[in-house]
């Protein structure tokens, strides 16, 4: 048989914000096994009760407590504040939602209800009976009761008689209940309300509810409270979300609906599917769930599904006369309401929730595990003034995100937000590089690639045209087409942030600090492939599927941002965290591709609650490389070596509602596929071949023009014209994809750029008495790779404490007096970095 379905009548028109909320995973029951047989009627007296509203909380946006059946649910403004972006309070009052509790014994004079009586013997397996009971509301005493016969398998009451045996009841009402299987049927729940309708006008709800288990005991043959006179109070199995939207952007904003992708909000679904719930074993099956191959939930991850739903009515604008319109600055009045429920297979937020080596070791700075909750919800089909944004992308930056790990009788509320996103940082690069012809005039080289990523072509765009390299550079070590891009240390002190730069066609030119080398992953020098260990910065990590074991470092470190697009705007600088990521098992060979990942701008985790305030400039990230397998010269004589030959970066701009790990959380989702998502590691398909993925994509190539070899630049030969014909016979050092920056002052470039000869010489003298291993090596460092591809940091020290070695580091960094220069600017330099770089 089926019991009636009972229904939830909810005013939900709450708005406090989804972030931090108290988190808990509904735990399945013991199993146990159902007791059929000959049956006794057995008295049996039950009392449940239906309490109010908890007192409204907050907690970084925490939920409050949602209880009742047909319950008119109305809404005030708290007393706490709606949270600002660094999860402070606002000057806007939260909405908290309110009930009557004499609104809902109105609504419900009865109750059918599901009896489960679990019977556990002293010393053996525990038995359980299902049974129905129909309660009433009774006014003497404020609660529903039952009182009367239920027949009960005589082996469990004989059980229940017996010495040291405890007995439990549990009472389930809602849903629909399919006796034969002993489950309930959970319809899907996905409404659009008006919230200034609901605030009057409750809507009914299909939800299941169930009360904590009470201990009963026989009592001359009767089941009867061991303790109390009551079965304890139902509560939802399952929480609400509503969600929200307004408009914080300059003009309007129109859109049909939304999508949503979680790891932990199960129910809502387009599939028809209703979920089941399992008495016996307190599971949840049925759900629409999608794998991910890079993030298996045996291994580490979670299993995520998506729901979508789009408004009937609002902007005719729109196709069909469906969706909402909503005005700059202004907050919509039509919300949706969904209802679901953690299935237990993701992680709530907490300090001790971060991403380990598989070693059990701490990165350096916090971010959340692959199976940590989340959930985003992205806007469908918006346009912004009429026409389709690119800045936001809401294809791949969500409205509105959230850790969440929903407890049961939560009621929970997703503020959506419409908002400006800066300019993504990367495009303030300069798309080539800059010199200076014949020591007097700052020129850009430019290059075009034809739109192409692959970093193979870029070895084409050297003024050499990788002549270089020909028969693995054995041909023609001393090609000099590209010296003239050389720029040595004098010439850089100008472009000094400092100095005011140096102007060129493109705007005004500025050399990099250490934090913008963060962000072309210079700095760190980005990992490719498996230095053997974990026992350094890159780590191979945990959580991850075992056929795809990455490596990665999380790095807190400066990079630069800055809200104002126009060029007089400048730069600040503050800490954020970024991640650096590449499959354990990847190799660097001859013209062949690797591929790094990286997430950039994140904030640090609060170090009390463990979660992420938001950043409006978090970008992701895809850097590609191929190897390079070439001659080089050094002391020993002629060896060959493999190098990244170029570097190719893609960057996405994700936004300060993304709260995911880039290598294992969807980032964008169709509609209706069998496949339904994309990933980071789903290479072309989603960074460039879908469009709507790859709206506002910034691309930016860095070519790999060596210095001179260590032994080609004397101590007079410094502060020259790289393009001078004496410099023509000069070999090249090996491909390490230096590049200058404006370091910190105990590097040695902050000690001899801007520095005359004799002084730059003198600071060499003295730098080059470093010894491998002293601490204060890094001093004599390189921004650039160092062998390989390993994210090792390339320094000179002395191998040996000899004059013969001391001539030889001398040598080297005399040689790197002369590199080559990609700067910023505060002018806006473009996305398309792959083509084009003369515009």
Known sequence: MKLNLLKCSALLC???????????????????????????????????????????????????????????????????????????????????????????????????????????????????????????????????????????????????????????????????????????????????????????????????????????????????????????????????????????????????????????????NNQNKKAVYDIATGAFSNTVSYESPYAKSTEGGAGYTYFYKDFSSGSSSL??????????????????????????????????????????????ADILTPSTSLLHVYAQKVTVGGLTPSRPNYSIAPIGGANLTPENGKAYTLNCEFYEQPRQMLGYFAKGYIYKENNATWKDYNFDGGGSNDPNEYLKKSPSGGSGYRNNGKTDRKSSADNFLLVNSMQANEVRAANGGVTTTKGQMYLPNESWLNLIGLNRPIAFVSNGNSNGRLKTLAGFSSSLHYRGQIVPAQLPYKDDPTASGSFQYKGFVYADYHKDYQTLTSGQLAVAYRQLYMEPRNSTT?????????????????????????????????????????????????????????????????????????????????????????????????????????????????????????????????????????????????????????????????????????????YGFADGAKGYIWVMALRVNTTTEHEIVKGRMRTYTYQVLRPYSTKYQGNEGFRNNDN
């Open 14 to 268: 709450g708005l406090f914000l989804l972030g931090s909320c108290a988190q808990e995973a509904p735990q399945a029951d013991n199993k146990t096994q159902l007791e059929d047989g000959p049956r006794v009627a057995v008295p049996i007296e039950l009392e449940v009760s239906v309490d109010a509203f908890d007192a409204p909380k907050s907690l970084d946006q925490e939920a409050r407590a949602y209880t009742g059946v047909k319950t008119p649910i109305t809404v005030k403004d708290g007393s706490k504040k709606e949270l600002n972006d660094d999860l402070s309070d606002s000057s806007v009052a939260q909405k908290v939602l309110t009930r009557s509790r004499a609104k809902f014994i109105e609504k419900n004079p009865t109750l059918d209800a599901v009896v489960k009586i679990d019977v556990k013997p002293a010393g053996s397996a525990a038995m359980t009976y299902i049974g129905q009971a129909k309660m009433e509301y009774s006014p003497t005493k404020d609660k529903y009761t039952f009182g009367g016969n239920i027949e009960i398998p005589e082996t469990v009451i004989n059980q229940a008689k017996a010495s040291g045996s405890t007995t439990t009841i549990t009472l389930y009402a809602g849903g629909e209940y399919d006796e034969a299987s002993g489950t309930f049927k959970l319809s899907s729940v996905m409404e659009e309300v008006s919230l200034r309708d609901l605030a009057t006008t409750p809507i009914e709800l299909p939800i299941l509810y169930k009360s904590e288990p009470v201990a009963f005991k026989v009592v001359n043959g009767a089941l009867k409270p061991d303790n109390s006179s009551s079965v304890g109070t139902l509560k939802p199995l399952g929480s609400l979300l509503l969600v929200t939207f307004r408009n914080n952007m300059q003009q309007t904003v129109t859109f049909d609906g939304i999508n949503a992708v979680s790891n932990s909000f199960f129910g809502p």
């Open 319 to 364: 196709p069909g006369g469906g969706g909402i319109s909503i005005a700059s600055g202004a907050r919509s009045d039509k919300a949706l309401v969904f209802w679901g429920f953690h299935t237990g297979g993701s992680a709530k937020v907490s300090t001790s929730n971060k991403l380990k080596a598989v070693t059990g070791a701490s990165m350096e």
């Open 610 to 782: 463990g979660y992420q305030p938001r950043s409006k400039y978090q970008t992701i990230m895809r850097v590609m490389t191929t190897g390079l397998y070439t001659l080089v010269e050094n002391e020993g004589g002629e060896d060959y070596g493999t190098f990244p030959s170029t570097l190719t970066m893609e960057s996405l701009y994700v936004g300060k509602y993304f709260v995911g790990n880039v290598m294992t959380t969807p980032l964008y989702v169709t509609r209706g596929a069998s496949r339904p998502f994309l990933y980071a590691e789903d290479g072309d398909n989603f960074w460039r071949n879908n469009l709507e993925v790859s709206r506002d994509r910034v691309d930016r190539a860095l070519l790999n023009v060596p210095t001179f070899d260590y032994n080609q630049i004397g101590a007079e030969e410094i502060l020259q014209d790289a393009g001078k014909t004496s410099f023509r016979n000069k070999t090249k050092a090996a491909p390490l994809m230096n590049h200058w920056g404006d370091a910190p002052t105990d590097v040695w470039y902050s000690k001899v750029i801007g520095k005359t000869k004799d002084w730059v010489n003198y600071e060499i003298h003295n730098a080059a008495l470093i010894v491998s291993g002293d601490p204060r090596q890094v001093e004599n460092r390189v």
